[in-house]
């Protein structure tokens, strides 16, 4: 079994920043890809950004140059550094992470979620 603890979400003004965590725990034998995803009120889950095993990172384009997705492999952890954040930037954050578990077998796996409110 495998769970994904996310923090560092909370709230912040316009033209802050924020970083989140995401911790995976458990029966892990390796974490392919990483990454964040977010959900706003009535609206689907979207991507923000992906990261994977060896560091090649890709972003939605309402992030780029504001947000910087990162990983420590040996804490089996992914941050997302934001920065100039926007009221269009409040939602759910969710991340997301590719397991090899202990087994061997496969599962993609998602955190709680934590929210994250931009004022203006």
């Known amino acids: 079994q495998v769970q994904l603890v996310e923090s560092g979400g909370g709230l912040v003004q316009a033209g802050g920043s924020l970083r989140l965590s995401c911790a995976a725990s458990g029966s892990i034998s390796s974490i392919n890809g990483m990454g964040w995803y977010r959900q706003a009120p009535g609206k689907q889950r979207e991507l923000v950004a992906t990261?994977?095993?060896?560091?090649?990172?890709n972003y939605a384009d309402s992030v780029k140059g504001r947000f910087t997705i990162s990983r420590d492999n040996a804490k089996n952890t992914v941050y997302l550094q934001m920065n100039s954040l926007k009221p269009e930037d409040t939602a759910v954050y969710y991340c997301?992470?590719?397991?090899?578990?202990?087994?061997?077998?496969?599962?993609?796996?998602w955190g709680q979620g934590t929210q994250v409110t931009v004022s203006s």
């Open positions: 990261i994977s095993k060896g560091g090649s990172t």
């Open positions: 997301n992470a590719g397991v090899v578990t202990t087994t061997k077998v496969v599962y993609n796996y």
